[in-house]
């Protein structure tokens, strides 16, 4: 995964609330084996008409706009559907940072896993830096090393999960981490499934 | 002698492996031990791409079962199965994975197969005091048994393949407790719908929720698992409820059930999944089950929804907040404000989905099609909630009820609920529909869809518009 350090660009303002995974990425785009083709499926129904063709209402179509690589969103962005590909299909498309005040939980895990930033700021900051963009549109700094995000004559530092950041920064291999600790692992489960027999009896291979 | 602990926070300490923190409270970073999966043929094909391409193997394959369920057509005549390719593809692709990977998969037309949350507590293979993640947002379904139940993507299901675990953080807690009892007519479905709407659908964000309280202890285990289930659209990640006799009962009937003596064993163990008393959680929410009425939604947000007798709420009535919102969800749902739900028109009905399509909720929807007939213009489907389920009902005469009423006598899957198979609205049909989600195009692009229980969608189909079960069913309610 792309490393996330600090990263210049174009932010777009998708105030909606609740603006789920459906949404992000139809139903159209999720019949494949592999990961790769999703940047087309990114808000498909809402870029797009029934005839394919663009949109003039919808934020990401603006001339200005075809560099996106920020968003910034309304309250519970990305609720519903576990669906990765809209995190696949977000990073495709170039999108690196979402900025919100709370996201759908899986989302935000499949964020994290894929090294797309979600920053998550009070709704009062959220409103701050909306109020920055005007028409929907502005540049937008945001420094993961240094904690800070900047817009116009917005500045303001931010919190965030140091195991994320972390991950953000170097890209970690988060199975290999967690093979490192194969031995406890091993050792748990013959005490945790020693103690509580009934638990193998529903084996898928004893059947 | 220790805090008085929730029955959440019981359940992560038993699976913890490390803590990354050893804070033990909310935020808290560990590894977390997972029992159980279940794998569907969307969300898993790039996660076994994933460990084949690091040369990775699954630490215990007998703790994941693979079960088409998504993409799959649900046409009473199996053979004419409309799959396209991309669905062709990722049904092999997923037998394909367990073959090499030593994983019981159920694929198309396996006696078994059915939708992934219907199958799995079905099969006796959900257990109190489990840890089962999948990659499905449905699967807080779990809760009803005693389980931490949650979704995870892609990425994190080739982890668990990859090392049974999960690098997880300890969620809050919050307690709903409904006291009272539903007044006839008023099911589980309306009451997580009440929760969602009261709450809101980010109400429970970053929370694991405990259900409790006289009217969850009134409730069957499969009415439990639709509250579960649909909590994950109040933005809970875990759902919860502690197990009584009720539930081991449910597990001794399953094929797949412990057996007696270890039943017996484990039942001892289970009494002491529950919240100790005095134990904190960070939000609680009581609510009065006499108060919910039947619920319907009318906007694009499972947390849009209202008492049938209710009108489409007026945006300037709405906090500011919610206004931009309401205005969006009635123009894409072509509502006005004021109009009475009842006066709404339907040209689909759709019984099916995780949330409400066991054999219970059948049951319900028959009870009120028995000697009606669909309303001219309207398309009924019911698709069961599992093979299984869609036998047993046969062998109760349940499809005649629905076949005589006008309903499609449909197999089972996801179907209409997600519309990711040949089952979808077309742009602009309305649909009273017993699933969990009413987003913008989830049932088709353009197509709008009302959310309601299972009796509710029954009464909607006769009736041809929205419609309040209680009025129409006096004498089945009694």
Known sequence: MERFIRLSGRAAAMPAANIDTDVIMPKAYLKGIDRSGLAIGLFHDLRFDDNGALRDDFILNRPDMANTRFLLVGPNFGCGSSREHAVWGMLQYGIRGIIGSSYGAIFADNAANNGLLLLSLPATEIAALMAQLGDGAGDMTVDLDAQRVEMGDYASGFDIDPATRQALMLGLDRIGETLTHAERIRAFEKAYLGRKPWLMAADSDEH | ?478
């Open chain 2, 1 to 478: 002698m220790s805090a008085p602990k929730t029955l959440y926070d019981k359940i992560v300490d038993e699976h913890r492996i490390l803590s990354f923190d050893e804070s033990g409270a909310a935020g808290e970073r560990l590894l977390l031990y997972i029992d159980r999966t279940v794998l569907n043929e969307y969300t898993s094909p790039q996660a076994f791409s994933g460990l084949r391409a690091a040369g990775r193997n699954v630490w215990r394959p007998a703790a994941s079962l693979g079960v088409v369920d998504h993409v799959n057509s649900t046409n009473p005549d199996r053979d004419a199965g409309e799959l396209d390719d991309g669905a062709r593809r990722q049904i092999e692709y997923l037998s394909e994975n367990g073959r090499d990977f030593g994983i019981e998969i159920f694929d198309l037309f396996d006696p078994r197969q059915g939708i992934e949350h219907v199958v799995m507590p079905e099969l006796g293979l959900v257990l109190p005091g489990m840890v089962i993640a999948a990659g499905d947002s449905h699967s807080t379904t779990y809760g009803a048994f005693g389980v931490i139940g949650f979704g995870i993507g892609t990425s994190d299901i080739e982890h668990l393949l990859a090392t049974q675990t999960l690098v997880y953080r300890r969620l809050k807690t919050m307690r709903v407790t409904i006291d009272g009892t539903l007044a006839p007519g008023i099911t589980a479905k309306d009451l997580i719908m009440e929760v969602i709407r009261r709450i809101g659908a980010d109400g429970a964000v970053g929370h694991a929720v405990e259900f409790a309280g006289e009217a969850i202890d009134a409730l069957g285990v499969e009415a439990r698992m639709t509250i579960c289930n649909m909590a994950v659209e109040c933005g809970a990640r875990v759902a919860l409820m502690a197990p009584d006799d009720k539930v081991v009962d449910y597990i001794a009937g399953c094929p797949r059930a412990p057996s007696p003596d270890l039943l017996a064993a484990a039942r001892a163990e289970w009494r002491t999944l529950r919240s100790d008393p005095g134990a904190r959680f960070d939000h609680e929410v009581a609510l009065d089950a006499a108060d919910i009425p039947p619920m319907v939604s009318w906007g694009t947000s499972p947390d849009q929804s209202l008492a049938i007798t209710g009108s489409v709420p007026d945006p300037q009535d709405l906090p500011a907040e919610r206004r931009a919102d309401a205005i969006r969800a009635m123009a894409y749902m072509d509502l006005a404000p004021h109009t009475p739900l009842q006066d709404i028109a339907i040209d689909r009905a759709f019984i099916g989905s995780c949330t409400n399509a066991r054999l219970t909720d059948l049951r319900d929807a028959a009870r009120i099609l028995k000697g009606r007939k669909v309303a001219p213009g309207v398309r009924a489907m019911i698709s069961p909630g599992s093979s299984g389920v869609r036998r047993a009902a046969e062998a109760e005469g349940i499809d005649r009820i629905f076949i005589d009423a006008g309903f499609e006598w449909r197999r089972s899957g996801c179907s209409l609920c997600l519309a990711m198979n040949d089952d979808s609205l077309a742009p602009g049909e309305r649909c009273a529909s017993s699933t969990n989600r009413n987003f913008e195009g989830r049932q088709g692009i353009g197509g709008r869809t009302h959310l309601m229980s299972p009796a509710m969608v029954a009464a909607a189909a006769v009736t041809g518009r929205l419609a309040d079960v209680r009025a129409l069913a006096v004498e089945e309610l009694n």
